[in-house]
């Protein structure tokens, strides 16, 4: 499939597509709480290729659900009745793969697991290291990975500096786990806000975990376990991981103790459902849109809700960035989040540590229900996490005078290609930096970004003696022009939002690559006036 876009104005209301990093997420626990019992149904689950990678995932392993539209519901699934010998593809989803490799390894099945030539290349090492350690035989051809055994509990050492889907995947596994799991995770940690994001849901399924450590967590080199509030939740004082030293590595970790009368183990989710957040990954795309090409009433995502998903700060960088965004009645929320709307200026900055991810934490903290463990154990609440069934607030980006603006990529890697796009049609030169794990995406995303830009006219260049890598990007007119999609879903959907301010015509090749993520995508542009044809279905 090939789309042509015209340049032209945007202008209107959306409902973007809900989070598939949610969904995941939220698919995986409530599968697994029907191991005991507990019927969930989950809704607004979205059809892309990646979450169908994770229900096919679950169907193949045995788990009982049915389908209807966008919701997923999961029925008592008896363990005995799982598929011991699955054969799983995982298509394109790391996600899928990186998840369901420790969780089949926990549920003790053997498993054959396959997926594109691509996906099956990319990190993959320090997990199958973990599983290894713990008990499981790992067979890995480049066409298939095969695992046997069954995951034993005790400590995981997982290094954090490649993808925290590793972290993710082994929190999921460990409720299953005899004597539970302490993960510690050393050379720092990648994309932390995912893992936060993890904790959340699986609180609304029961788990708790304990921290010891991280960039908003107390470092003093004890016990996970020891280092608990009252209720047995998170305990946030600050800190610095670099404290905690052991072995000559720094690390930080999680902890799930034994389960103990009934605590701590999956449970369906409070009043059995869960509606599936929309996602700010893809909420990104149409407010950029607004910004360098909107109208004069810009573009609005009516169905944005507080969230710890870390890409929630394109909000912070489209306002750092000269953009007129309108918080309406996410305002309030934003500006605890932040701190105030003057400090968001240097949100993703310099300063990015005192106000980034530690704002995001002081904020999931504050606002989870406090659930004791007791309450927990006795199946009153469902854990802790904020609620998206809280309330959606609209937010709206239009133009205004752009300026160029800097921002570390390390916890938003997939924002990376449109902000490129916002950088590219602002006044002087935006720094990107911390971009080196692009190129172990979907894509060799760095050079994918860098060959687009730079066919449209785009002034782009890489600086690979800034540690974790820099782009720099002067703003200035783009040119029309034949783009590659690259197979890469977030390439799509930022060329297309580039096309916007072109000069003529832009047409994307194979763009089809879209529908790993957002199938509607451009179905929503064209909704907002976007001029689009597309050819070659």
């Known amino acids: 499939m090939n789309v042509t876009i015209k340049p032209g104005r945007v202008c209107g209301a959306v409902e973007v597509i809900t989070s598939k990093s949610f969904a995941h997420r939220a698919l995986l626990c409530a599968a697994l709480a029907s191991l005991n019992g507990g019927e969930t149904a989950?809704?607004?689950?979205?059809?892309?290729?990646?979450?169908?990678?994770?229900?096919?995932?679950?169907?193949a392993l045995g788990f009982i659900f049915r389908r209807e539209g966008g919701t997923v519901t999961f029925q008592k699934t008896d363990k005995a009745s799982l598929n011991q010998n699955a054969v799983i593809d995982c298509r394109e989803s790391g996600s899928t793969l990186r998840f369901i490799l420790p969780v089949a390894a926990a549920l003790g099945v053997n498993a054959e697991i396959t997926g594109t030539k691509k996906l099956l290349s990319r990190p993959l090492d320090d997990l199958i290291g973990a599983l290894t350690s713990h008990g499981i035989t790992v067979f890995r051809n480049g066409e298939r990975i095969n695992i046997s055994g069954k995951l034993t509990g005790g400590v995981f050492n997982i290094a954090g500096n490649v993808s925290s889907q590793f972290v993710t995947g082994l929190m999921l596994a460990a409720p299953l786990l005899v004597g539970g799991a302490e993960i510690r995770i050393y050379e720092g940690l990648v994309s932390e806000d995912y893992v936060w994001l993890t904790a959340n849901i699986m609180g609304k399924f029961g788990i708790l975990f304990k921290s010891n450590a991280g960039s908003f967590f107390k470092t003093d080199g004890g016990?996970?376990?020891?280092?608990?509030?009252?209720?047995?939740?998170?305990?946030?004082?600050?800190?610095?991981?670099?404290?905690?030293?052991?072995?000559?590595?720094?690390?930080?970790?999680?902890?799930?103790?034994?389960?103990?009368?009934?605590?701590?183990?999956?449970?369906?989710?409070?009043?059995?459902?869960?509606t599936v957040e929309a996602d700010w990954s893809n909420a990104a795309f149409p407010l950029a849109a607004g910004a360098v090409a909107g109208d004069k009433g810009g573009v609005t995502v009516s169905n944005a809700a507080l969230s710890t998903q870390g890409d929630i700060r394109i909000l912070g960088i489209l306002e750092r960035s000269g953009a007129a965004v309108d918080f309406h009645g996410i305002g309030e929320w934003?500006?605890?989040?932040?701190?105030?709307?003057?400090?968001?200026?240097?949100?993703?900055?310099?300063?990015?540590?005192?106000?980034?991810?530690?704002?995001?934490?002081?904020?999931?903290?504050?606002?989870?229900?406090?659930?004791?463990?007791?309450?927990?154990?006795?199946?009153?609440?469902?854990?802790?996490?904020?609620?998206?069934?809280?309330?959606?607030?609209?937010?709206?980006?239009?133009?205004?005078?752009?300026?160029?603006?800097?921002?570390?990529?390390?916890?938003?890697?997939d924002m990376v290609p449109i902000l490129s796009v916002l950088a590219a049609n602002a006044r002087g030169k935006s720094v990107i930096t911390n971009v080196n794990r692009l190129c172990e995406k979907e894509s060799n995303r760095l050079a994918a970004i860098m060959e687009n830009l730079t066919t449209m006219g785009?002034?782009?260049?890489?600086?690979?003696?800034?540690?974790?890598?820099?782009?720099?990007?002067?703003?200035?007119?783009?040119?029309?022009?034949?783009?590659?999609?690259?197979?890469?879903?977030?390439?799509?959907?930022?060329?297309?939002?580039?096309?916007?301010?072109?000069?003529?015509e832009t047409t994307i090749l194979d763009a089809e690559a879209v529908n790993k993520s957002y199938p509607g995508f451009f179905d929503m542009m064209k909704s907002l006036g976007a001029s689009i044809t597309v050819s070659g279905d």
């Not at 607030?393 to 603006?405: C, M, N």
């Not at 540690?467 to 977030?490: F, Q």
């Open 42 to 59: 989950l809704k607004d689950v979205n059809d892309s290729d990646d979450v169908n990678a994770t229900v096919g995932a679950l169907a």
């Open 458 to 504: 785009g002034k782009i260049s890489y600086d690979e003696s800034v540690p974790g890598g820099a782009l720099y990007i002067k703003g200035g007119k783009l040119k029309g022009a034949v783009l590659k999609s690259h197979n890469d879903h977030r390439m799509v959907m930022s060329a297309a939002v580039a096309a916007l301010t072109a000069n003529g």
């Open 223 to 274: 016990n996970a376990a020891e280092n608990k509030d009252d209720d047995g939740l998170f305990k946030t004082d600050g800190g610095n991981a670099a404290e905690n030293q052991t072995g000559g590595r720094s690390f930080f970790s999680l902890a799930v103790e034994a389960v103990k009368e009934n605590f701590n183990t999956y449970r369906r989710s409070l009043g059995g459902k869960l």
């Open 334 to 413: 934003y500006l605890k989040l932040v701190g105030s709307l003057e400090l968001s200026e240097s949100y993703l900055g310099d300063d990015r540590e005192n106000i980034g991810a530690k704002a995001i934490a002081k904020r999931f903290n504050e606002s989870r229900h406090r659930a004791t463990v007791n309450e927990v154990s006795e199946g009153k609440v469902a854990g802790g996490g904020l609620s998206n069934d809280s309330g959606l607030y609209p937010v709206t980006a239009a133009p205004k005078k752009l300026k160029a603006f800097k921002v570390d990529a390390e916890n938003i890697p």
